[in-house]
């Protein structure tokens, strides 16, 4: 069964610090994978990623993913109180739009 | 350019009852997923709708259902409510052209969370 896991759960920082938040994925004939940020309801999307090695940017936000590990990690350098949500991982199949997604990390950042 | 909406925003329903959650996807986009997010947990997919038809399924009872209407709006009917219903309903849309899948991106609405009492 495919499988999504982000760690750690919960990341509590204050402004300025740098965080990276992880996510494994067991997906079958595994295409990509997708970040979001939810902050109250609507999750926001962030990155997709399908090749390996290549860093996506947005602004002081970054992933990469590695296909060989069947992982990715999401950085955020400089945090400030706005980046304060819940960041989910999604894995996704070939050929299909449904998404698997991991529990989520809960990021809090403090002034 | 209206992004994906969602309504009603939240609904009170007791045991037993019926519920219809309605999603209207993001301009150009004509496919149409339903996600269920219980408290504290990731997104679990129930459905996907293109074409006015149920693609593809995920591990829900019967009794959720959907329907997709020509303007490619979306509709979930949850019927004999459970209090493990309880939840946020998300639609997420994504475009599809000539049967290709354009992008692997999907954008979601604000949700319609559901309390069953």
């Known amino acids: 069964e495919d499988k999504v896991v982000q760690s750690p759960l919960s990341l509590v920082v204050h402004e300025g610090d740098t965080v990276t938040l992880n996510c494994s994925y067991e997906v079958t004939n595994f295409r990509s994978l997708l970040w979001y940020k939810q902050e109250k309801k609507a999750p926001t999307f962030l990155f997709m990623l399908t090749s390996s090695g290549i860093e996506k940017k947005s602004g002081r936000l970054s992933s990469i993913l590695d296909k060989k590990e069947l992982f990715s990690i999401l950085n955020i350098t400089a945090t400030q109180t706005g980046d304060s949500a819940i960041y989910l991982c999604a894995g996704q199949r070939r050929n299909t739009d449904k998404l698997i997604f991991g529990t989520g990390t809960r990021l809090q950042v403090f002034p | 350019d209206a992004g994906v909406t969602q309504s009603p925003t939240h609904l009170i329903k007791t045991r037993g009852q019926q519920v219809t959650l309605r999603c209207s996807p993001k301009?150009?986009?004509?496919?149409v997923s339903w996600y269920q997010q219980a408290l504290g947990q990731g997104p679990q997919f129930i459905f996907q709708y293109y074409e006015e038809e149920e693609r593809q399924r995920g591990n829900f009872p019967d009794r959720f259902s959907g329907h997709q209407f020509p303007n490619y709006s979306s509709e979930l009917n949850v019927n004999a409510l459970l209090l493990g219903d309880s939840a946020l309903y998300l639609c997420?849309?994504?475009?599809?052209?000539?049967?290709?899948?354009?992008?692997?991106?999907?954008?979601f609405g604000p949700g319609t969370r559901l309390t069953v009492l």
């Open positions: 301009s150009g986009h004509d496919t």
């Open positions: 997420a849309s994504s475009p599809w052209y000539r049967g290709l899948k354009f992008t692997d991106t999907q954008y």
